[in-house]
């Protein structure tokens, strides 16, 4: 079966490793990559879109006919200088926005990467908004959702980022400490988890929790 698939947060950490499982898929014959940004792509499967988030045609456009929706989109509080509003429109908003047009074309599946620890009850800002997404999300009773939360990702990214670099270095110097669920993984062990459960029928709402992704299928 040839299946067409959409990446939403292609150029970030989880998001590039995907691309790289994905060109891998024999049956994947479309990679749509969507971003504010160009993602130069020689790769005849990969075509890249530039749309503006909040316009949910332009979305709904980059999804039709996917087999499979992947959102690995998230900013960090460096980026948006600490504004919070800022943050929630880029982790919940432009998420939910993305989910919303999948539940309208009936797309099969849709993956989220959110965190361990999310919680919509928590008093940590970022846990909470997590949690609030992915509560959200679920509620639209999507035909499957699977929702990946990673602890610490390991990996290296384009940009640099100051704190998440010394704990990249120390944590795992540690991590046998640390309960399976809160161990640093890999960025690209999730990616491989996302791209494998893109090949199953899992209907209904799903949570993949830190511990998986150091499990084989």
Known sequence: MKKQVTVFGASGLVGNFLIQELLKEVSVTKINLVSRKPIPSAH??????????????????????STTVFSAIGTTQAKVNGDKVAYSKIDYDINLRIATRCLKLKTPQFQLVSSGGADATSSNFYLRLKGEIERDVFDLKLPSAIILRPSLLIGKRKEFR???RIAQLLMPLFSFL???????????WVAEKMNAYAKLSLPGNHIISNKEFFEKM
């Open 178 to 188: 640390f309960p399976v669920n809160y161990k640093p993984v890999k960025a690209r």
């Open 162 to 164: 100051f704190g998440e």
């Open 44 to 65: 005849e499967k990969v075509v890249s879109h530039v749309i503006d988030f909040s316009n949910e045609t332009e979305i709904e456009n980059c999804i039709r006919n």
